[in-house]
C-alpha cells in the first residue's frame, strides 16, 4: 500500500501498519497511543488486524487484550487497565470506543487532566487504541464537513498531543480499483481493468462490500487465473441493484404489479431470501433518500448529481439518469418523504420480529406504488363532523 499512488486514506493506513510491524519487531518506536480518527470501517479493521497480529498472540488473547467502550466505561478505567500490568502477558493492547464521550457534555477537565498524567509516564508494556468513527474524513480533506473539522482539530489538540494521529480519509475509486487488482495478484490471479471498474462503479466505491465481492469473486475464478468483466456481472452485487433501481422504477411509475413481481424476484434471488428483508429496506430508503435530495436541488442530469449528492452517498454511475427521471416523477417533497415514513413503519415492523416478512415487505412496495390519498380540504372536515 506504499507510494505516492495510494491516496491519503490508504497512504495514513500505510504508515501505520509500517510502523506497528516495526516495533513488533524491534527495529522501531512504538507511540503509547494512538487514534484512528476516521468512519472507513474497511480501514479501520485492516488497522486493527495489523495491532492484533503485531502484539496479541491468539493463546493470550483473553489475558492481553481489551475491548473497551466509553458509553459503559470511564476513561479513568480505562487508563487503571493500561497502568496495571497483566500477570499472564508480556504486553497489553486496549482498544477504546465511543471516544465521542469525551467531547460531549461539559469541558471533561479531570479527564483530559487524568489522560495527560497517564501519557507523561505511560506504561511501555501496553497500547491504547482510541477509535474516533464519530467524524467523517472525505477523500480530499480540504472538503471536509465543518462540523468534523471542528472535531478533528479538537482530536488534535487533545489526544493528538500525546497520541499519533491516522487519518482514515474515505477510499476514491482509482484506489478501491488499485486495492482490487492488487488484491488478486497477491492470490495469484489477474484481474481486467474493466472488472475492476465495473466492480467499484456497481459497488459505489464502498470498500466493506468490494472486499466482500472480492473474496466471492476469487473463489469462484479459482484455478482460471483471470477475473474478467463477465465474471464480475455474473457473481457482484450489481445484478441485484439493477433490479433494484428497476423496482423503484416501478414503484415511482405507480405499476403496483409490476413493482410486487419485482420484488418477488428480489427476494427469491436473495441467498437469505427473506431474512435479507432489512437490507433490501436500507437499499430502500437510502434510495428515497437520494430521489429527495435530487428532487429538492433541482438535479436536471448526471453531471449535477455529484455536486448535489456527497461522496458515500451516491449512486452506482448507471443508476445516474434513472434516477434523476424517477425523482422527477413526484410532484413535491411531501410525496418523497411520505414513502420514506411508509419505509420506517415497515423497518420498525421487520425489527419487532413479525410472523412473515416477506407480507411486510409487499405491503409496503403496495403501498409506495399507489397513490397516496389527497389531503382533505378542512372546510370538509368541518362539514363531516357538522353532518355527524
Known amino acids: 500500500m506504499s507510494g505516492p499512488r495510494w491516496g491519503a486514506g490508504f497512504s495514513a493506513v500505510g504508515r501505520f501498519v509500517a510502523e506497528i510491524e516495526a516495533a513488533a519487531a524491534g527495529t522501531g518506536q512504538l507511540k503509547p497511543g494512538y487514534v484512528l480518527a476516521g468512519d472507513e470501517i474497511f480501514l479501520l479493521d485492516r488497522c486493527r488486524s495489523a495491532v492484533l497480529k503485531a502484539f496479541v498472540p491468539p493463546d493470550l488473547k483473553d489475558f492481553c487484550l481489551s475491548d473497551l467502550d466509553l458509553s459503559g466505561t470511564s476513561i479513568f478505567e480505562v487508563l487503571d487497565r493500561a497502568q496495571t500490568p497483566s500477570l499472564m502477558a508480556p504486553f497489553q493492547v486496549i482498544f477504546v470506543r465511543n471516544v465521542r464521550q469525551l467531547y460531549t457534555r461539559g469541558a471533561k477537565k479531570e479527564e483530559f487532566a487524568a489522560l495527560d498524567r497517564y501519557f507523561r509516564s505511560p506504561n511501555p508494556q501496553a497500547l491504547l487504541v482510541f477509535i474516533a468513527d464519530f467524524l467523517s474524513i472525505p477523500t480530499d480533506a480540504r472538503r471536509m464537513d465543518l462540523d468534523d473539522k471542528n472535531r478533528f482539530e479538537r482530536l488534535t489538540e487533545t489526544l493528538g498531543q500525546h497520541c499519533g494521529m491516522v487519518e482514515l480519509a474515505r477510499v476514491n475509486e482509482e484506489d478501491a480499483m488499485r486495492w482490487a487488482v492488487a488484491t488478486a495478484q497477491g492470490a495469484g490471479n489477474r484481474m481486467d481493468s474493466d472488472a ?14 468490494i472486499a466482500s465481492e472480492m473474496e466471492k469473486l476469487l473463489l469462484y475464478t479459482l484455478g482460471k487465473g483471470r477475473i474478467t468483466l463477465g465474471d464480475v456481472e455474473t457473481m457482484v452485487l450489481s445484478a441485484k441493484q439493477r433490479s433494484l433501481y428497476e423496482l423503484t422504477d ?58 448535489a449528492l456527497w461522496q458515500g452517498f451516491r449512486m452506482p454511475p448507471f443508476a445516474a439518469d434513472d434516477l434523476i427521471r424517477q425523482a422527477r416523477r413526484y410532484k413535491s417533497r411531501r410525496e418523497l418523504t411520505r414513502a420514506l415514513r411508509l419505509i420506517a413503519r415497515a423497518d420498525l415492523e421487520l425489527r419487532s420480529s413479525p410472523p412473515d416478512k416477506r407480507m411486510v415487505l409487499e405491503r409496503l412496495v403496495y403501498d409506495l406504488a399507489s397513490e397516496p390519498k389527497p389531503a382533505q380540504p378542512a372546510w370538509a372536515s368541518a362539514q363531516l363532523s357538522f353532518e355527524g
Request: charged letters at 25%.
Open 196 to 209: 475492476a471498474r465495473e466492480l467499484v462503479d456497481a459497488l459505489g466505491a464502498d470498500m466493506m462490500l
Open 250 to 307: 416501478a414503484i415511482s411509475s405507480r405499476n403496483r404489479a409490476r413493482s410486487l413481481a419485482l420484488l418477488n424476484g428480489l427476494l427469491n434471488s436473495s441467498d437469505a431470501g427473506e431474512d435479507a428483508a432489512i437490507g433490501h429496506l436500507y437499499m430502500l430508503a437510502r434510495t428515497f433518500r437520494q430521489m429527495l435530495v435530487i428532487l429538492e436541488k433541482n438535479v436536471r442530469d448526471s453531471r449535477a448529481i455529484w455536486q
